[in-house]
Every structure is written in C-alpha cells, then in structure tokens.
C-alpha cells in the first residue's frame, strides 16, 4: 500500500507544482497545498501519512541540506563571515529579541516564545536573489551582503535548530541555551573542515575501486550517517548533512558527479517532506477557538516580517550602509521558506509551539515570499525618479 501512497504524493506535488510554476508561484508552496489537503482529509475521512512516506519524507530533506551545502564552500563562508556575519545575526537577534518580548504578552509561555525566535531566525533569500537579478542588480553591495548573510544565517539557523530538542521538557535551562548552538556550530564547522580536507582523498580512494555510481553511493552513505550521529548526540539531524556538502564543495570535480545525483533525489523525496509538514496541521485545535487562532497567527506574520527588517536594518547601519541600503538588506533578509518550515516541523512535533503558531508560520511563508519583491522593487523605483 505505500507504494501506491508514494507513487500518488510524488505525481500530485509534481503536477500541482507545475501549475504553481506555471502562475508564477513558489514550488513549496505547492508541496504545502497538498500537505494541508491531506490535513483537512484527515479531519474528515482519517487519512494518514504512513510511516516509509515519513521516513521517506526525512531523507529528501537531509538530501535537500546536503545539495544545499554543495552549492556553497567552506571558503566561501569564511571569507564572508566579518561583514556578513554581523547583518546574520542582527536579523537572528531581531527574531529571537521580539518574539521573547512580545509573545509572552498574549498569554503565551516563555519555551513557545524561544522556540518561535528560533524558528524565526532563519531566511531563505532566492526570490531576493530573484529579484535583483531582474533588476540588474545583482552585482551591488546590497545584494552581495544579503547573499552573504543568508549563507551564514543558514548556519546559525541550523545551529538554533538543535536547541529544540531540549524544549521539549517545557522549561529553558540557561546554561543548555547558551552551550548547546556553540557546541553545534563547533561539530558543524569540524565536520566542514575535515570533509573538506580529507573528502577527495577518500573519494579518489573510492574511484580506483571501479564501483558502480561508487562515489556518490559513498556520498549518499556518508550523508545518512552524519545524519545519525547528529540526532544521536542531540543536534538537528540535518546539521552536519549541510556542513558535509559544505566541506566537500571545494573539490568541484567530486561536487559536481554527487550533485548531478543528489539533486534527483532531493527533487523526488524532498517534496514529501513539505507535504508532511503542510499535513502536521490539526484543523480540530485551529477550528475549537478560531478567533483566539486568527489574531496568534497575524501576530506571527507580523512578526516574521518586522523582526528581520528591524534587526537586519540596525546591523546594517552598524556596519557603515546608509539608511535606504540598510532597509533594502532588511527587507531582503524576510522571506522565509525551508529551513523555517523544517524547525516549525519539529517544534509541532515535540509539542512546544501550539498549532495556531505553525499556521502562522505557514501563512508568513507565503506572504514574505510575495511582499518582499513588491517593496525591493518600490524602494529602487523611487530611487530612479
């Protein structure tokens, strides 16, 4: 039966995502359609993902981090990390620094408000990206920053990611807080730095062996199993999948063959990971106190949005840029996409955020994927006139 189940979720994404393309809309929110339909239809007819399509979910998305990871390089985010950085981690303080300060004010408790700091800290810059590309901008400071910063945001994002699961318990212990994104960066950038060191050596170990699809069948091991060892010491599974992308990415002979492969992976399985969370939705709490859950989820767009142009914006003009770069580097910084949905996921399904929380969040999704174009392009359009 999951055979047909798979076969079914794989052919409704890649249609409906043809006909999000074909409108103009972002694929995810194609995949989190489908995910909400399966969540209405397990409200009225109880259907079920079932288990392989879970597990089958998880490894599209440690695929989709690893591809994520070859795509960059370690030197690359080095070389970026003074200026950047300091953008990076004004927009994660902004997220994490409002959503502490004002959620607890409508009755909510403290380990909600971090976990949606957390899970508001990260960004996802390609519609940004997009945009000033249509612009011919893409060459300015501006834009080179915030690609700059989102790369290192992703990094801070995935580290936050491994305090989730100490949330669980319902209290925040200071000192778990304060040791464990250090002690996740720390794994993360070890990971890197030896990958990047000794991966083509074991690579070109594994060549002269003549296996067929040798080393990206390695590769696909070797992700897997960083995968587990992450989730065995307490840190976000998909962690050290993108620090290992990372690290091997400076040999592009090697990147290149493992990419080619895992990008069909990640394109089929992925997917299934966004229909999942789009399915995590549990309409019987959302539809039980309707008007309480309206007001939470406008207050988390609200604060999707406000906290990385406040945060972004401040760390901009700290770092010498005038007000109007300042505010197109916040705006910039606001979309949220993947690695927001991937900490939402977890966060509903260690019970720390409650489901009117996670409708917002998937609401904010889209509403930043659409607004943040509109207001690039009015900011540069008055600059011209």
Not at 48 to 59: H, K
Not at 68 to 94: D, H, N, P
Not at 210 to 235: D, H, K
Not at 253 to 263: H, V
Request: glycine letters at 8%; charged letters at 15%.
């Amino acid at each position: 039966m999951w055979l047909l189940e798979v076969a079914l979720l794989i052919i409704a994404s890649k249609t409906l995502e043809a006909v999000f393309i074909r409108i103009g809309l972002a694929r995810l929110m194609a995949y989190l359609t489908l995910g909400i339909a399966i969540a209405v239809l397990r409200h009225y007819v109880g259907i079920e993902l079932s288990s392989i399509a879970i597990a089958l979910a998880n490894m599209g998305i440690i695929s989709m981090l690893f591809l994520a990871g070859l795509e960059s390089s370690l030197r690359q985010f080095i070389r970026g990390m003074k200026r950047t950085s300091v953008v990076a981690f004004g927009g994660v303080l902004g997220a994490m620094g409002l959503s502490i300060a004002v959620f607890p004010l409508i009755g909510r408790g403290m380990v909600e408000a971090f976990a949606l700091g957390v899970i508001l800290s990260a960004t996802s810059i390609s519609v940004t990206v997009k945009t000033f590309e249509e612009l011919g901008l893409l060459d300015t400071h501006e834009a080179q920053l915030i690609i700059g910063a989102a790369v290192v945001d992703d990094v801070i994002g995935l580290a936050l990611l491994s305090l989730l699961h100490g949330f669980s318990s319902g209290s925040i212990d200071i000192l778990y807080v304060a040791v464990i994104p250090l002690a996740a960066f720390t794994v993360w950038l070890g990971v890197a730095f030896l990958m990047s060191r000794y991966g083509p050596q074991l690579f070109k170990a594994v060549l002269k062996l003549r296996l067929e699809a040798g080393v990206v069948s390695v590769a696909f091991a070797l992700v897997l199993l960083f995968a587990y060892i992450a989730s065995t010491i307490g840190l976000s599974s998909i962690l050290l999948a993108y620090a290992f992308g990372l690290g091997i990415a400076g040999s592009r002979y090697f990147a290149k063959r493992i990419e080619e492969a895992m990008r069909i992976i990640s394109s089929i399985f992925a997917p299934l990971f966004f229909i999942y969370a789009g399915s995590r939705i549990v309409l019987e709490e959302l539809l039980s106190e309707l008007s309480t859950a309206i007001g939470v989820m406008l207050l988390v767009i609200v604060l999707a949005i406000v906290s990385k142009i406040v945060g972004c914006y401040i760390a901009s003009r700290a770092i010498g840029l005038d007000r109007v770069k300042s505010m197109v580097i916040g705006i910039g910084m606001v979309p949220r996409a993947e690695v927001v949905l991937i900490a939402a996921t977890f966060c509903i399904e260690l019970g720390v955020i409650g489901h009117d929380v996670f409708a917002g969040i998937l609401l904010s999704i889209s509403i930043t994927q659409f607004l943040t174009p509109i207001a690039i392009k009015m900011i540069y359009s008055r600059m011209r006139t």
